[in-house]
């Protein structure tokens, strides 16, 4: 068991408060405790957060860089502790719970040495007189909200540009995986992040939020979550003008092109769709496939669905874990009901596994055939292992098909040819194409969605700007 208290000022606090209970997904066993933190607690951190600014944020960025380097360094040695802490609270297989761990890791690493790379800039000026200093400075305190898909990646892709930037961060974990993230406090700590400069405070995500927005120090919401929980912070930061980077819902269309690497096109899509049951952002959701191919596609797509093991992410050979809750679950079961009801084929699995009483939600991986646009699969977060395939005839159809939807995320384009693959992949409204990848995600580049998918970038050299202010310095001499 794991009975973590909240992580204040460099202090484990909260012993008198209630507590959450975090269950195990694929089980429903108790797999540890945090405090249910509220208004107060987050006051706290936040005055903690502020005191910490005023060190942190003049420290060199290579100060701050060795100790974000250590850190990472920290992550990695305890990566297997990490990942099956990881897969008890989220579900996850082991091995994709390794690969977060790592994944998350490499953000730290990245932003290490990114904070070294702040560069102003001089500007010739208006008059012989004048003259333009460009310089950017840290934004200050941070509040961050995170989701339970990603337990440590969605917590890292925001602390380490803040922390590398100088600003000091306040974290509120989800109520299903809030573990992770006190394990990572527990390891930032050791690694040398002075006290304050990182704070956890797990509870009521109204409570929390509502002491972030009213408080004029936190300086910037950065968010990971729904597009629906997006949009209230969005209105509730308008008070005060928040600064606000928004990652949110997705609705994922992936083009398999007549001329897709067929061998590529499957195990990509396989990667993209069933990562984590489906339960990501960016996972594939909607399948658009060109008729030369559509048949093969379907038939080899199929048979390599229907060996995925599906079961408890810690048992050897397991490649799909449960859903997280039943909520989720019933979305899944809704949109595969409703869709074989309008007449779509149900080519592999299309069950649900439940156990009311123990609380444990699995759904087998499923790939639905001959689905069409007015099915509700094609058009709401899935957040579930199922693959809805739709025919298409021409780019201009496809084209058309992906980018109807408010969501921007990610999208995907199969094809060997370049100038169709680069008009396809220019065409698609969203952050971020994969073309021939189903895993683009990655530390290097900036992650994030146009419409309603959210504001801002996570990753890359455009990932440090979201916690930096410009200034600008008009020196007459
Ligand atoms: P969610 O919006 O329900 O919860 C996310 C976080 O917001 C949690 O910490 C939760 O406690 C908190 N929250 C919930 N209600 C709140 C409120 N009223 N005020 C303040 N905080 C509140 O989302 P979820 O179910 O945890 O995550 C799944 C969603 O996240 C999906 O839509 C997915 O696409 C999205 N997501 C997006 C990205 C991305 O990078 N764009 C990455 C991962 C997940």
Redesign the pocket.
Known sequence: MYDYLNYIGGKWTGEGLEKIIVKNPATGEKVGTVPIAGEKETEQAIEAAHQAFADWSKRTAEERGNILKRFFELMLEYEDELAKLMTEENGKPYKEAMGEVRYAASFVEWFAEEGKRIYGRIVPGKSENHRIRVIKQPVGVVGA??????PAA?ITRKLAPALAAGCTFIV?????TPLTAMRLAELAEQAGIPEGVFNVVCGN??A??KAFMKDSRVRKIT????????R??MKQGAEQIKKMSL????HAPVIICDDADLNKAVDMAIASKFRNSGQ???CANRFYVQSGIYEAFVDRFSKKVAQLKLGNGLEEGVEVGPLIDQSGYEKVERQVKEAIEKGATCVVGGKGIADDEKETYFFEPTVLAGVTADMEVMHI?T?GPVAPIQKYETDEEAIRLANDTPFG?AAYVFTENVSRGTRLTEALDYGIVGWNDGVPSTAQAP???TKQ??LGR?GGIEGIEEYLEVKYISLSI
């Open positions: 909200i995170t989701p339970w898909n990603f969605m509120k974990p989800p109520e299903q995500p109204e929390i939020s968010f990971t979550g729904s597009t629906e929980v997006g209230l912070l990652e949110l819902g997705g990501t952002c960016v977060e957040f995320l992650f994030g969605g998918s959210g996570e």
